[in-house]
C-alpha cells in the first residue's frame, strides 16, 4: 500500500513539511512541498529502524511509494521551522484502540532508538548550524524536557521542572505518559487539547524525539571510527 503523505505548508508559504500519517516521527520539512517530499523519501532507510524496534519491519518493507492525501496550509510556525504544527484532517480525536495502541508502539521505539543513539554518540558534538551548537548531553536534556514539560501536559501530565534525572526516573515519566495517553483517548482527562488531537500529540513527540536522534547521529565525532 502506498504511504499516506500530507504535506503542510506554512501561512506565507516559506517552508512546507512533509509527513507519513501512519509512520509517526517519519516527517521532513524543506523550502517547498516538492523538496520536503523528496528528503521525507531519502530518510526511509532512516526511518526503518525504529519501525523494526516496533515489530513492524516486514510492514515498512511492503509500503508502497508516498502518496498526497491531503495538502494543507498548518501555522506560521511551519514557515520558520519547517515543522508541522497542527494536526491533519485524518488527525482526529478519539483514536479506535488499533490506531492509538499502534501509535503508542512506534513512539517507544522512537524512544529507545534515541536512547540507543545517546548512548553511543560522542558527548562533544560536531559544530554547526543545526540545534545552536548543543552537545549531546544539552541535546538529550532539551528533547526530554519539552516532551515531558510542554508535549505531556496537553494530556493532563504535570511533570516539575528538571525532575527527569536518571533513567529510572525517564522511564517513569513516560509510563506515565502513555498512562496519560490512553485516559485522554477514554475521555477520562476533562481539559481537552484546542489547537492538538491526540494523534497529532504522538506524531509530534515521535518527531522530535527522531529528530534529535538524528540530530546525534549526523553531529557524531565518533561515527567515522564506528563505520
Do not use: C
Not at 41 to 60: D, I, S, T
Not at 101 to 130: H, N, Q
Amino acid at each position: 500500500m502506498a504511504v499516506r503523505t500530507v504535506i503542510e505548508h506554512g501561512t506565507k508559504d516559506k517552508r512546507s513539511v512533509a509527513f507519513g500519517l501512519d509512520w509517526p516521527g517519519w516527517s521532513r520539512g524543506a523550502k517547498s512541498p516538492d523538496l520536503a517530499l523528496e528528503v521525507l523519501e531519502a530518510y526511509r532507510p532512516r526511518y526503518r529502524p525504529v519501525a523494526l524496534l516496533a515489530g513492524m519491519g516486514r510492514e515498512f518493507d511492503e509500503a508502497g511509494p508516498l502518496e498526497v492525501v491531503e495538502d494543507r496550509v498548518g501555522t506560521g510556525s511551519t514557515d520558520f521551522w519547517g515543522i508541522s504544527f497542527s494536526p491533519a484532517t485524518a488527525e482526529q480525536d478519539p483514536m479506535d484502540a488499533t490506531d492509538l495502541e499502534r501509535g503508542i508502539t512506534l513512539l517507544r521505539a522512537a524512544w529507545a532508538y534515541f536512547d540507543g543513539v545517546a548512548a553511543r554518540a560522542s558527548p562533544e558534538m560536531r559544530k554547526g548550524a543545526r540545534g545552536g551548537g548543543r552537545d549531546r548531553d544539552e541535546i538529550i536534556e532539551h528533547t526530554v524536557r519539552n516532551e515531558s514539560e510542554d508535549f505531556a501536559r496537553r494530556v493532563g501530565l504535570r511533570v516539575a521542572e528538571g525532575a527527569i534525572r536518571t533513567p529510572d526516573d525517564l522511564r517513569q515519566y513516560r509510563e506515565a505518559y502513555v498512562a496519560a495517553m490512553r485516559a485522554y483517548n477514554a475521555g477520562d482527562v476533562a481539559r481537552r487539547m484546542r489547537s492538538w488531537t491526540l494523534p497529532f500529540l504522538i506524531r509530534h513527540s515521535a518527531f522530535h524525539t527522531l529528530d534529535h536522534a538524528w540530530e546525534m547521529e549526523d553531529k557524531d565525532l565518533t561515527a567515522g571510527d564506528r563505520s
